[in-house]
């Protein structure tokens, strides 16, 4: 079983590529993350719902999903709060 988050980003920029061999990159920013962290990288080289080839363009709303084993999480425990009167 697996458990996953979704959080909402969007295309900050186009990042060409430094040789014509790389990839074309987009920058991504996650609006739930931490300020230090908002920022991701990832090519710009999706597949639509029909399998055609797409590419994302600055300000495009993108869902970022993130995905694990339930096996690799760690238990937390929560503490209980009492109201002292």
Do not use: C
Not at 9 to 15: A, M
Not at 25 to 30: D, G, L, N, P, R
Not at 34 to 42: A, F, M, S, T
């Amino acid at each position: 079983m697996r458990k996953w988050a979704k959080l909402h980003g969007t295309v900050l920029k186009v990042i060409p590529p430094r040789l014509p061999s790389e990839p074309e990159k987009i920058e991504i920013v996650i609006h739930e993350a931490d300020p230090l962290y908002k920022e991701i990288r990832v090519e710009n080289n999706l597949v639509d719902g029909a399998g055609n080839r797409a590419v994302l363009k600055p300000g495009s709303a993108v869902d970022v999903f993130v995905e694990a084993d339930i096996e690799s999480k760690t238990k937390v425990a929560v503490p209980l709060l009492q109201s002292v009167v």
